[in-house]
């Protein structure tokens, strides 16, 4: 979506009687405000406050580099903190990852559906793209490279968000992901791991990232193909814009140069108030997002059985925030929303603007996260009843 | 500079016996550390704190964008908030700037010397860079023309600091100014105004923004060919990052598409804190460093009088924090500094880094934002002593 589109939607949470699927945002209302507020008095109020208003090193803050590596080994991924790479939220790793593979012509692998933002963040660079498949069924490795060098360029990097995806809730298990290695191996390309949602598991056990078992394989961080994309947003806060990314050291080393060019470095303040927040309460805000969060999804995926029509089918997902519908064949979700907004006073997000190639038309994402009791009540069985139509 | 060699500078300040005049960085004694603190408590204690937390327009804050274009109307620009475009501080603003101008092989026109981070965010683009002479002597429009051509590209923008640049602490009189709106007329080419320094006058009169005299003579901002770029970085928090761009709405349109895809918005707590503070304090905080800072300018300049040996010539900057010095010809800065750290304990930035031809060797770059009187006392007495030899 364009910011005009976004700002339409905004519009549209704004007007109390439009129930709104929409927004593939965070409930605000479970931020840990009383936390964050504390840590920027304690931050400010001491003998930190000169560097947390002062500029600071395009690479990021010391100490929040330092306990990210040490979630990250958690996660199975042995690195230090000249593995991790402080960016504005995770849209910009994928904006600068964009900037350090992609020439005009080149190839990017990504899922049909996948996230919108890595799609924009990546077309300012123009690049063709190419389907991946990650449940199987993917093009031999020669048939992408002939296709990339039919347009002038080379197959860059994969893309995916391999847990909960944006859009499709989808979540890789551990043989998908090491096909995914296994291709990216062949083809010799980078492979860039959106793990955004990754936290948020509301069934089952977590699969490894990519990364970890890209290092099993090949040795170790600094010989990985593998660049994987943190962010504080969907736990802690997407306004206060602070990510990461875990990746080789020569891969950071770029990183951090390309980051000086382009902003110098991301807030001060903001990444020395999150690592304070991170330090003391992640784990026990993540829980309390997972409860809060995993009742809405029950909510969601059991008013749609008991209201949608035959014909209509949607994911359910583990974790994350969003479940995918598709729609009965030439049934475009684009104009069902147009009339959905006018008469169930329904908003969603229509599915085809996840898709590279612009299909996907009867396809559309419903996010969870803001879906009270009385959205998920009156919305579903109001967007059921237009579709009986 | 790279940010290895940042880093080793960083280094130079932390060792208690180095007397650094390199960092182009405000004091931070001096930040506005309470009321910014203040300011999070209040926006995070209140109705506000969901807002503060969450995503936003990628435009920035309203409230900000408006009291901004407040400011700039009392500096002759009248303009509305849809002028207004906010940043992750000025750096960010010349990356999209350029990115949006240039495609390799374009022509920038810069001043020799010039901000050495603006060349760092064009250099991303590939441009080629022709001289920009402020002082006059430029070439004619069909010589800038058929040099650019040759190159492959057009020239694109002028770029300049109109207000105590850095690195030299040269601001360009009115008449300078108009001629620098009637050459990129002439190219018909837009102008970039780095105004990052601009609220730091410690004698005179303002002159009026280059952005102030186009709206003037063109008829209003959204026919104007200069984009207004300003910060809050010099006057209230680098640490915070939030700078704007004053600029057509036309470009601020394709600017926000931009910053859509490359890190969504700046971050919206420290936007509506910037806000508040700015709001309350702006023009008590400027009285402030002007007081500070006039000081410390005219300390160096008595010290540089006094001491320096016949050959060094040196500006007398009316504000911002930069004094640059013109050394014999023959004399390397880059040596001087090598030799300067080791046997006077002095640092100072060689000039050269500063051209966009890699020329100006024997010149170099002071700042007095930090120059408490041991360090004028102390060090420029030994830095002329190396020069004397």
Redesign the interface.
Known sequence: M??SE??EL?KLLDQPDIISFAGG??D??L?P??A??DA??AV??GAE???????????GFLPLRKWLAGQMGKLGVACDEGNIFI???S??AL?YLG?LFLSPGDTALVTWPTYL?AL??F??YEPRYDRLNTAGGNMTPEAYRAAAAANGGRVKFAYLVPDFANPTGNTLDAGQREAVLDLAGELDIAVIEDAAYRALRYDGEGEPPILALDCARSGGIDKARTLYCGSF?KIL?????VGWVCAPRHVVEKL???K???????????QMVMHRVAETIFDAQVEKLIGAYRKRRDALLSALKANMPDGISWSRPDGGMFVWLTLPEGVDATELLARSVKEARVAFVPGNAFYADGTGRSTLRMSFTLADDRAVGEGVPRLAKLLRR
Do not use: C, W
Not at 49 to 59: C, I, N, P
Not at 237 to 241: A, E, F, L, T
Not at 260 to 270: F, G, T, V
């Open positions: 364009k910011a976004i700002r905004l945002i965070p605000p209302s931020f405000a009383q964050i507020g920027y008095q400010l109020g406050a000169g560097a947390a208003l002062q500029y600071q090193v395009s690479e960016t504005s939220g849209q910009q904006d900037k933002g924009q963040a077309n300012a947003s806060s997407p306004g206060m814009r951090v140069l390309m000086q060019a382009s902003d110098l470095h991301s807030p001060s303040i903001n």
